[in-house]
């Protein structure tokens, strides 16, 4: 399975508050990072969590973010970052 974005890519997380379990922190909802790997295709897991069997598959990317990004008082090193893996139906090109 190919993905929607390639490693380089910039990307948005989406920033939604769905009612139903999801592995997005809150922190990095709506920020833009860039895709550092593709990690492969799995089960969603808002369907998963509630018995389902997590079809369609999507894509699960490695987003790399700024600290300083998400936390704008951040002042430990300017250069520090996350990453976190983000999958593709929670992103969008940015």
Not at 30 to 50: K, S
């Amino acid at each position: 399975m190919s993905g929607r974005f390639k490693v380089g890519d910039r990307v948005r997380i989406d920033d939604r508050d769905p009612p139903v379990h999801h592995r997005v922190p809150r922190y990095v909802r709506g920020h833009v990072g860039v895709v550092e790997r593709l990690c492969g295709a799995f089960g969603q897991p808002e369907l998963l969590a509630y018995g389902g069997d997590g079809e369609p598959a999507q894509m699960l990317y490695r987003v790399h973010l700024k600290q300083t990004d998400l936390w704008p008082d951040y002042a430990e090193n300017p250069t520090d970052t996350l990453e976190i893996e983000i999958f593709e139906h929670w992103l969008s090109p940015s």
